[in-house]
């Protein structure tokens, strides 16, 4: 970004990586309003694997929604309008997480049902129902373990309900800590003074704090 695409370097670097992002970790959500959106999954491997083996798990993390900034700025550098689409879909992704929420607020990590063809995926109510008994493996009726989890459509499991805020207080501008993860500059997201929860850790002259919301 700052070189302006001048290098090869990370022009490669970045190109060769997306190949295995774009085929392996981003995903499409089935949605009940057919919306053409992407997610960040997540792929376990020991590195042994075949790639062609390798399986996207269609989880959705808050932590992930960065990455449509990240195509969007690298797109807009190299001149990739195709990416660029990409990157619009990965924060659109993000936003659709935060609006089918009963809050609207993201949760930290759920898992939804993944799009067989990216092109072409309508609402399947069926599959939703069938991806929710196995990923519970509950013997109740679907619409018992929609109601227990509060499950919106298309969502299967909803593994951690907090929203976790995570900012830094510095005395002085210019000191920085590891302490931050910088969600307020590469997340989609709302930000919240109120928490059910405050966590400190002092770095130096600054303090790290995370607060926790419940999404549900």
Request: net charge neutral; aromatic share 6%; charged share 20%.
């Amino acid at each position: 970004m700052l070189l302006g695409g001048a290098t090869q370097q990370y022009r490669r670097l970045y190109e060769y990586s997306m190949k295995a992002i774009k085929r392996n970790i981003f995903y499409r959500p089935m949605t009940k309003g057919g919306e053409n959106v992407r997610l960040s999954g997540q792929v376990n491997t020991d590195g042994r694997a075949p790639v062609k083996e390798l399986k996207t798990e269609p989880q959705a993390q808050h932590l992930g929604c960065f990455t449509g900034g990240m195509v969007a700025i690298a797109a807009k550098i190299f001149q990739n309008e195709e990416e660029l689409t990409l990157g619009r879909q990965l924060v659109e992704g993000c936003l659709l997480a935060y609006e089918v929420m009963p809050l609207g607020i993201m949760p930290e990590i759920m898992h939804v049902v993944p799009c067989d063809d990216v092109n072409n995926c309508p609402w399947d109510e069926g599959k939703w129902h069938q991806a929710i008994k196995e990923v519970h493996q509950s013997q109740d009726d679907v619409q018992k373990v929609i109601g227990d989890n509060r499950l919106q459509p298309g969502v299967v499991k909803i593994d951690d309900t907090r929203y976790i805020l995570r900012y830094v207080e510095m005395s002085q501008p210019s000191e920085m800590t590891n302490c931050v993860e910088g969600l307020r500059q590469s997340s989609p997201s709302l930000y919240f003074t109120g928490s059910l929860e405050i966590q400190h850790c002092a770095k130096g002259r600054g303090t790290c704090s995370t607060q926790l919301l419940n999404t549900l």
